[in-house]
């Protein structure tokens, strides 16, 4: 991970900040082939400070022609130690985002905005809750239409130019949650952030949170205030198909060969 970062930040810093362009054709809300994990309120509520769980793993992110960004991530880690054993992880962030002079894309998140969760349920009874921050740098993108589905495609290269999951053109324009600040912090509001109904979401996230139980999370100023409760879950049934899953894939990529008489090198 650090290796990762470092890297990142140094092509971040390297990538040509003269150009402020937003391509037309990379407007709308793109999504993975399973087409479950989509942005806007139907994965974050931040009025309720609530991740919502897809129905299937996936990556979708939003773009809009003005420089602003959403991206939703739900994904299954495999523990190779233990294959029946997943964990899930959540990511939510938005924020603006510029397509550089040498056709690389930056994003950068709204730093107190951005949430994730994490639930390894096999090793640890509680979620974790916290805030999530991480500026993206993309090598390079293309879209054109899919020859298979005959639908928009986006294929987008890190910044070390490995691809990503292609995602496909699910909504033009975009499904985002509004653009602006959602949760200021103190400091923020202090920068000239405008104060809303959504200051109230003001919280301390490095929090723990037991799975599939209702909490209440202590705002800045210590106390639990009423209608702050918040359901925080992954659900842990569904890691553990997930996990059988992927043992079975790996017995029949195993076994099969054998069967068939093929030695495996």
């Known amino acids: 991970m650090l290796l990762y970062t470092s890297l990142a930040t140094a092509l971040l810093l390297a990538a040509p900040a003269a150009a402020q362009t937003w391509p037309y054709d990379l407007i709308g809300t793109w999504s993975t082939k399973s087409n479950q994990t989509l942005t806007g309120p139907g994965f974050y509520d931040p009025l309720n400070e609530r991740l919502i ?3 299937r793993t996936g990556i979708s992110y939003s773009f809009t022609g003005d420089g602003h960004y959403e991206e939703a991530y739900y994904r299954a880690v495999a523990n ?3 294959p029946a054993c997943p964990s899930g992880i959540m990511q939510w962030q ?6 550089n002079a040498n056709g ?3 994003l950068t998140p709204i730093a107190v905005d951005g ?3 994490l639930s390894s349920p096999c090793q640890y009874k509680n979620s974790v809750y916290t805030r999530y921050n991480q500026t993206e740098l993309f090598q390079r993108y293309s879209v054109y239409t899919d020859p298979y589905h005959g639908i928009g495609r986006l294929d987008m290269y890190k910044f070390d130019g490995s691809p990503m999951n292609p995602m496909y053109l699910v909504y033009s324009p975009p499904q985002m949650l509004p653009t602006t600040t959602l949760n200021p912090t103190s400091a923020s509001s202090t920068a000239g952030a405008t104060a809303t109904s959504g200051s109230k979401l003001k919280r301390s996230l490095d929090a723990e949170v037991p799975l599939g139980w209702k909490v209440k999370l202590a705002s800045e100023e210590g106390r639990l205030g009423e209608g702050s409760g918040v359901v925080h879950t992954i659900n842990a049934d569904r890691l553990w198909w997930i996990g059988l ?10 076994l099969g060969p054998r069967r068939m008489g093929v030695q495996l090198s």
Do not use: A
């Open 80 to 82: 190779p130690q233990n």
């Open 53 to 55: 769980e897809p129905s």
């Open 245 to 254: 899953g992927m043992m079975g894939v790996g017995g029949l990529l195993y």
């Open 115 to 117: 949430r994730q969760l």
């Open 94 to 99: 938005h924020g603006s985002w510029v397509m």
């Open 104 to 106: 690389s894309l930056t």
